[in-house]
């Protein structure tokens, strides 16, 4: 690996074995979040494909209005523009394919057991790698962009207490530094083969079989929390929509969609 480990705009893109993902890309030595700014330039008129990459965050953003950290120079954020001709309730299917995307090039590269605890955490070993935010704007009831930001934790050799029995990193899984610029270059190599797959049938069903295999909570019970309710099951794997087949303890099979819900093992995070 070169040193210091750069993600560059020209180190990524020289990389880059894509066809319109990352067309343009451009890089932050520091910025609030990529997905912020990546929803600026997209109102802007950003094109599909420019991918915002940064350094450092100083205000990440996590799901359900969580933050998010990344530390200068060991792990990786960033944000690819979309802009899907899709109705908005298949946009939470996009999170999905960027999942399996990361958790396939991390097999892939290192040789880890990643896998995919639905929706979209890449948990390896019980423990969370990578985290993906996608944030949409519509306008007339049709999607105007999505923006889908992903944080992997790369070179990152400890994590503060509070996170540290359930986050990791590939230099705590693989016991050496990796170069962050081969990552993020085969992430959107496999996120654009899975996704244009995935608008080709505009759903999973091309997918569905390679996500299953990677999906960690397939025959675990999980408990499903609702917005006002909670309940346990087995988890089966997902459908074609994406959404998470459940079945409970009274025999009935529930279908999760990946919106306000979210899924936690019984006897763990996964
Ligand atoms: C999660 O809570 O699991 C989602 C984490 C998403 C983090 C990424 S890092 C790049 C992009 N910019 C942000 O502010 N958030 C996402």
Known sequence: MGYPDTIAAE???SRLETSWVGNQVKYFEEITSTNQYAKKIAEEGAPEGMLIIADEQTRGKGRSGRAWTTPRGTAVAMTLVLRPKLPPAKVSM??????LAVAKACR???GIPAGIKWPNDVVVNGKKLCGILTEMSMEMAAVNYVVIGTGINVNVSSF????????TSLLLECGYETARAKLIAVCMKYFEEYYERFLRTQDLSALMEEYNELLLNRERKVRVLEPGHEYTGTAMGINRDGELLVVREDGSQTAVYA???????VYGYV
């Open 160 to 167: 503060p207490q509070e996170i540290s029995k359930t986050a």
């Open 259 to 265: 919106g306000e819900v979210s899924v936690r093992g």
């Open 108 to 110: 892939v590269l290192y």
């Open 94 to 99: 996009v999170t999905l394919v960027m999942g």
């Open 11 to 13: 180190e990524v893109k």
